[in-house]
């Protein structure tokens, strides 16, 4: 297997540009399949998952081109196959995101149960919630799960979210476009991915309004047509490189950056003694003014409130600060697997067993062979060994290149001492 060595790195510095946001292009390129015509994706990022959802829209009857760099032409004047191959979808949770495309164009769709990272349950209910109020019946096996529209085709429908899911509200949306009538729904997610999605949709000659609000409408129209999208910035990778900045007191420009994005993570950045600066170039991240950082809490929540994906990487660097941190996670059940690998690596981490960690920074960290436990918990290996004394051996890589476009390339062009090897 695959592993990164990182070694001690000193402040980071330089200029890198954020590609386009992997949980934006995988529900754009799954909604493709709603038109006959042809869509052009932009600005889509080079990874696994994006690699597998490409595959499994082959293989479902798409023809797809890449026309140039981070350019992907997507076509499907017939869709050949309502069953998503179970190899592709075991490996990507984001597969799932083609069944409400599939139920609207085909009036069916049979998905296998989606694999992805393991930080949580993160159930399908939701979506099934929705597929069902738009008048489909679900089937639900051990492995499985089939919706069927009813004789008339999909309903538009009054849908209420328990939670706002990003997901969900995806698919339910992607279903209801092509649905007779009109689609509320309800406590929806507001993520900006789901504004993109509606954008491009909306290109496509759908008619949907209040995306990022608590309440989007979705008139049905009788068919889409093709269209030309460029997806948003990744703001979880610009995060990411705000905290490589903070972490090894560097100073990094970062580039296609939308700064309402990552509000929450610039607040939290400057109550630890950050400076964050928008600029005509894009955003600067200034840390090598003050070594001696101060601690902070976070609490995850729902967009607009701060990014549960940033959680792990964010905990790496408060490990460097001085004080005491308390991170509260609300979004996931299963997102402290970082915690043990930190604290192989010196960090005092202790949580409650439930959702709550406290972390007493200021601490020399070592480096050690830790395990990316996860997409978002592999980035903070990544951050924590830039730092740590000697070396640190990341083995389960392939999180984290599920996630980040040239990730080693756009490091050592920061002055990151990190390697790839292959087992």
Do not use: W
């Amino acid at each position: 297997m695959a592993k990164f060595l990182v070694q001690k790195s000193g402040p980071l510095n330089g200029e890198v540009i954020i590609s386009g946001a992997k949980n934006a292009v995988l529900p754009l390129m799954a909604a493709a399949i709603l038109a006959e015509e042809e869509c052009v994706i932009r600005d889509v990022p080079d990874l696994r998952d994006v690699a597998v959802m490409k595959e499994i829209l082959r293989s479902l009857g798409s023809e797809i081109d890449e026309m140039e760099e981070s350019v992907l032409k997507i076509n499907t004047p017939v869709v050949k196959s309502n069953e998503a191959d179970y190899e592709l979808v075991s490996r990507m949770r984001a597969s799932f995101l083609i069944m409400g495309p599939l139920l609207a164009r085909t009036g069916s769709a049979k998905v296998y149960s989606p694999g992805g990272c393991s930080i949580g349950k993160r159930p399908i209910d939701l979506h099934l919630k929705g597929f069902r109020a738009l008048g489909a019946s679900v089937v639900i096996e051990d492995n499985f799960i089939e919706a069927k529209a009813g004789e008339g085709g999909l309903i538009g429908a009054d849908v209420y979210l328990d939670f706002p899911s990003v997901g969900a509200t995806e698919n339910i949306m992607t279903a209801a476009v092509l649905a007779k009538g009109t689609t509320y729904i309800e406590n929806a997610a507001k993520e900006p991915e789901i504004v993109d999605l509606a954008n491009f949709l909306n290109k496509m000659g759908a008619r949907i309004k209040g995306a990022g609000t608590d309440i989007i409408k979705i008139e049905g129209v009788e068919q889409l047509r093709g269209a030309s999208h460029t997806v948003v910035p990744d703001r979880i990778e610009a995060g990411t490189y705000m905290l490589a900045a903070a972490i090894t007191r560097g100073q990094i420009l970062i580039k296609n950056i939308v700064p309402d994005h990552v509000k929450p993570i610039t607040a939290k950045l400057r109550e630890c003694g950050v400076r964050v600066e928008m600029t005509d170039e894009g955003m600067y991240v200034i840390a090598n003014e003050n070594p001696h950082m101060v601690a902070t809490d976070i609490k995850t929540l729902p967009y607009p409130g701060f990014p549960t994906d940033i959680q792990s990487p964010f905990m790496a660097f408060l490990t460097t600060a001085e004080g005491e941190s308390t991170v509260i996670e609300t979004v996931f059940e299963n997102r402290f697997m970082h915690v043990a690998e930190l604290n192989r690596m010196g960090a005092n981490i202790k949580t409650d067993g439930s959702n709550k960690a406290i972390i007493k920074g200021g601490r020399t960290l070592e480096g050690a062979q830790v395990i990316a436990t996860d997409l978002r918990a592999g980035a903070a290996m990544v951050l924590a060994g830039l730092v740590a004394e000697g070396t640190t051996e990341i083995a389960e890589i392939y999180h984290i290149e599920r996630g980040y476009e040239k990730f080693i390339e756009k490091f050592k062009a920061l002055g990151a001492t990190i390697l790839k090897i292959d087992g």
